[in-house]
Nanobody, 118 residues
């Protein structure tokens, strides 16, 4: 499985971005999908995850009410809508996928840079 995040960019605080995750190699319709981020000098941190059915989501407290994860199609299995962006959201964002009906993330994609200026 190959994953590639895209849609990052530079925005001012309060702005919005929509990240996409392109997938190839296999269908991820039975996978938990998630987004993580890593800021300079910091460890990678969990942002949000969505169940394979799309019925269950779990957000990091830092993004609740501002970010929305959604499932897409076979080629783009997950999206991340980011609103009310803050400078502390600046990071490289990665999408990830679990194996079929698993919970742990097994596949990781190339990241996309998000920069939020104040």
């Amino acid at each position: 499985v190959q994953l590639q995040a895209s849609g990052g960019g530079s925005v001012q605080a309060g702005g919005s971005l929509r990240l996409s995750c392109a997938a190839s190699g296999r269908t991820l319709s039975r996978s938990v999908m998630g987004w993580f981020r890593q800021a300079p000098g910091k460890e990678r941190e969990f942002v949000v995850r969505i169940s394979w059915s799309g019925l269950s989501t779990h957000y990091a407290d830092s993004v609740k009410g501002r970010f929305t994860i959604s499932r897409g199609n076979v080629r783009n299995p997950v999206y991340l809508q980011m609103n009310s962006l803050k400078p502390e959201d600046t990071a490289v964002y990665y999408c990830a996928a679990s194996g079929d009906f698993e919970s742990d993330f097994r596949y990781w994609g190339q990241g996309t840079q998000v920069t939020v200026s104040s």
